[in-house]
């Protein structure tokens, strides 16, 4: 079964540069979750879209932004990178805006180390 | 909003033991409970689910169990192998968003 795609897998910048993390849904999933993961943290919600419309924010900071397109991909765009930038960054997908009882399905991660 | 405590780790057993991994959350609303396993190495795989009160989630011989009044979801295996080492989250689901617990690693050594 086709699975959550992300890329790319590793990233390395240097600080104060821009990255951009690309998400690819599971087929006719509508709804994409972005999750940051700290060096031995929890994973931590940063925003949420549904229809291509943000659903839900979280503690995702000003430098970063965030978009779903019309083929329901979404991209973290993260500029002026800072050295606790450095984290997994996993995408999810689901269906169904709102339905709680729906599983969120997580791709493999991109590691992003801020140099 | 949404908040779950789980068991500190990291949690050390021999092979053939029995693991319990507790957590309580605290959600607005009616959530839906979720137990996320992660692999070294690896992304987060969902282990097992349950969506109202009494349910039992199961999965590769775990189980969980929706406890409404005691606002818990205690993660069991009766029989831990090595290859169940990994860490452990929990995740209440009340909105759109999941909320993990910190993680608990297990190690099973044979």
């Known amino acids: 079964a086709a699975g959550v795609i992300q890329s790319p897998r590793h990233l390395i910048k240097e600080k104060r540069e821009t990255a951009t993390l690309k998400c690819y849904p599971i087929p006719r999933h509508d709804t994409v979750y972005w999750y940051q993961q700290g060096p031995g943290q929890d994973p931590q919600f940063l925003i949420s879209f549904y229809e291509k419309m943000q659903s839900d924010k979280g503690s995702i900071p000003d430098r970063f932004s965030a978009q779903q397109f019309s083929d329901y991909h979404s991209e973290l765009n993260m500029s002026s990178l800072e050295l606790g930038d450095s984290a997994l960054y996993f995408c999810?997908?689901?269906?169904?805006?709102?339905?709680?009882?729906?599983?969120?399905?997580f791709g493999p991660g991109t590691r992003l180390t801020v140099t | 909003g949404d908040s779950v405590t789980q068991m500190e780790g990291p949690v050390t057993l021999s092979e053939e033991a029995f693991l319990t991994i507790n957590c309580t959350y605290t959600?607005?609303?009616?959530?839906?409970l979720f137990w996320y396993v992660q692999y070294p190495g690896e992304g987060l795989q969902l282990l097992l689910k349950a969506t109202k009160a009494d349910d039992k989630g199961s999965n590769k011989g775990f189980e969980a169990t929706y406890r409404k009044e005691t606002t818990s979801f205690h993660l069991e295996k009766g029989s831990v192998q090595v290859s169940d080492s990994a860490v452990y989250f929990c995740?209440?689901?009340?909105?759109?968003?999941?909320?993990f617990g910190k993680g608990t690693k297990l190690t099973v050594n044979p």
């Open positions: 995740a209440p689901r009340g909105s759109e968003k999941l909320v």
């Open positions: 959600a607005t609303g009616y959530p839906s």
């Open positions: 999810a997908s689901s269906e169904g805006q709102g339905a709680l009882t729906y599983e969120q399905y």
